[in-house]
T-cell receptor, first 112, second 118 residues
Framework: KNEVEQSPQNLTAQEGEFITINCSYS?????LHWLQQHPGGGIVSLFM???GKKKHGRLIATINIQEKHSSLHITASHPRDSAVYIC??????????????FGPGTSLSVIP | DTEVTQTPKHLVMGMTNKKSLKCEQH?????MYWYKQKAKKPPELMFV???????INESVPSRFSPECPNSSLLNLHLHALQPEDSALYLC?????????????????FGQGTRLTVV
């Protein structure tokens, strides 16, 4: 079993739909990143979370440390949201060697 | 300026060639990273530079040689690569270094260099 898992693996949505991408992990973490990668290759950091919830525009990210689970929500989805969304966790803590573990990614396609 | 700039965007090289990838950031970040990404896979950490010193080498073959000439610039020198080294090479930076990649603060990524070894 991978230490970081995402679901769904692939997602197709109609423009305007509310989208949820899930990330679950099995290690202790100090932070979790949500990243967006467009087909061209460049990666954009969307959120870094260690607790609670963050919102930026139409994007909302939540994390439940006890449940070892995070969700990325996209409201009023748009074709330009089509990308691969990657969850990455930082295991360990600031005083010890830590490691970043990437999830496998969720490929999102939003159809007009 | 919140950009990480990578050049070139595309590179085709023969197995006997020597080439270099370049990454530049002017955000005053103290940590810079090289990642390798194969198609449909997540990025794999290769090297971490913290305050211009190499802090992590994830057992990368010596045909990849990183260099950090100053706090804004990171190079990856390539020599005698194999076709299986063809991939997207991503550079990233973050304000505060972390030992395992991505740092303790938000990470900024470049657009990547798509490398093909023939």
């Amino acid at each position: 079993k991978n230490e970081v898992e995402q679901s769904p693996q692939n997602l197709t949505a109609q423009e305007g739909e509310f989208i949820t991408i899930n990330c679950s992990y099995s290690v202790g973490i100090s932070a979790l990143h949500w990243l967006q990668q467009h087909p061209g290759g460049g990666i954009v950091s969307l959120f870094m979370l260690s607790s609670g919830k963050k919102k930026h525009g139409r994007l909302i990210a939540t994390i439940n440390i006890q449940e070892k689970h995070s969700s990325l929500h996209i409201t009023a989805s748009h074709p330009r949201d089509s990308a691969v969304y990657i969850c990455a966790v930082r295991s360990g803590g600031k005083t010890s060697y830590d490691k970043v573990i990437f999830g496998p990614g969720t490929s999102l396609s939003v159809i007009p | 300026d919140t950009e990480v700039t990578q050049t070139p965007k595309h590179l085709v090289m023969g197995m006997t060639n020597k080439k270099s990838l370049k990454c530049e950031q002017h955000m005053g970040h103290r940590a810079m990273y090289w990642y390798k990404q194969k198609a449909k896979k997540p990025p794999e950490l290769m090297f971490v530079y913290s305050y211009e010193k190499l802090s992590i080498n994830e057992s990368v073959p010596s045909r990849f040689s990183p260099e950090c000439p100053n706090s804004s610039l990171l190079n990856l020198h390539l020599h005698a690569l194999q076709p299986e080294d063809s991939a997207l090479y991503l550079c990233a930076s973050s304000q505060e270094p972390g030992t395992g990649g991505l740092g303790y603060t938000e990470a900024f990524f470049g657009q990547g260099t798509r490398l093909t070894v023939v």
